[in-house]
């Protein structure tokens, strides 16, 4: 890749909505799963893409608190599909040092799911270099309300002030209490929406869309958004001159 960003411009953490799973499947006359069963295999890969790009920390929506309400049945066949997968990555996991850990209700998952992720996530905390975050049950709506709830019984237990309440102390109940925010924030299928996912986490982050569909989401597609990123002069606030300042601009 000869337009690699110079690594200053590569993202700490990047989150994905992983979409369009099932309108690939459409096109080609298959059923939902089929592009589901794909998209795994893009989980796959870009797992491990990310890190060869300069990645530390990628974040998948795997699953949100609003896909309960699918068919019942493409809801299973996606539980099924987590298991084979949590099954089968727990090796590589281990044997290529990636950190799993996730975000989410995933007390609300299927119990057998639970447990792999516990395995898991136990077996691989070592592995500080290079974290996967998979979120499961998902939804900013929810991680809010219980934050809040959290932060309110830390206060009732005289744990937390009130009068000290900021964001600093309040993020600390989120589900992502001790990850970096987000820098770039991918959707691919061509939405270009949110979707009740990392709304907090994102408020400074970096959106790149593409009309790639998740199971035909390659290395060079992420390469392409990260390129995208590098271009971008994040603010936070800021004008640009304070961003880079000059010797005259004092
Ligand atoms: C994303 O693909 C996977 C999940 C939400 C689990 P979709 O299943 O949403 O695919 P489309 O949007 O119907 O194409
Ligand atoms: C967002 O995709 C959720 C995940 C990627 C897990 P959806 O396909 O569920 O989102 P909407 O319904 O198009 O907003
Ligand atoms: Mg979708």
């Not at 797992?47 to 990645?55: H, I, P």
């Amino acid at each position: 890749m000869s337009q690699a960003p110079a690594p200053a411009h590569i993202p700490h953490h990047v989150a994905i909505i992983m979409d369009g799973n099932g309108r690939w499947a459409k096109q080609r006359g298959l059923p939902r799963i089929e592009g589901h069963r794909r998209g795994v295999e893009t989980v796959r890969t870009t797992t491990f893409a990310a890190r060869d790009l300069g990645v530390k920390m990628l974040t998948l929506y795997a699953f949100s608190v609003e896909n309960w309400k699918r068919p019942q049945d493409e809801v299973g066949a996606l539980m099924g599909l987590l298991e084979y997968y949590l099954k089968k990555e727990l090796e590589t996991f281990v044997r290529d040092r990636v950190r799993l850990r996730t975000i989410g209700r995933t007390e609300e998952m299927p119990a057998s799911i639970q447990k792999l992720l516990r395995a898991t996530m136990e077996e691989t905390k070592q592995f500080t270099d290079y974290t996967l975050v998979l979120a499961l049950n998902y939804g900013a709506r929810s991680e809010i309300v219980d934050a809040a709830r959290a932060y309110a019984s830390a206060v009732a237990a005289g744990k937390e002030k009130l009068n000290d309440g900021s964001w600093q102390s309040f993020s600390r109940y989120l589900y992502t209490a001790d990850m970096p925010d987000p820098d770039l924030v991918i959707r691919t299928s061509g939405e270009t929406r949110i979707s009740n996912f990392l709304l907090m986490q994102a408020a400074y982050a970096e959106f790149v869309f593409t009309p790639v569909l998740w199971p035909d989401f390659t290395k060079a597609d992420l390469a392409a958004a990260i390129a995208e990123f590098a271009k971008r002069e994040r603010r936070f606030g800021l004008t640009s001159e304070q961003l880079k300042p000059t010797a005259t601009s004092k």
